[in-house]
């Protein structure tokens, strides 16, 4: 088992509570784009999964945050 400091603990719990954020949003699009959208989620979580770079990182959770929030404003706006 990998031992986390406190500061890796906490990042990985945000990153964690970010892919579901992005997943729960994903699932409400349209059934037509739902499965790519998710996909998409995914593939973006994979590429960076090997970062080790808590800076980048903290870059990254709120590069995710604000995708998801201008996600979640569109489908606001379409109805979904």
Request: hydrophobic fraction near 40%; proline fraction near 1%; charged fraction near 35%.
């Amino acid at each position: 088992m990998v031992h986390l400091d406190l500061q890796s603990f906490i990042l990985r719990a945000r990153v964690l509570k970010l892919y579901r954020q992005a997943l729960k949003i994903a699932h409400r699009a349209p059934v037509h784009v739902r499965g790519e959208l998710k996909q998409t989620v995914r593939q973006e979580m994979e590429k960076n999964r090997d970062c080790d770079d808590k800076q980048k990182i903290r870059y990254l959770i709120s590069e995710g945050l604000e995708r998801i929030k201008g996600l979640d404003e569109m489908l606001d706006m379409q109805g979904h």
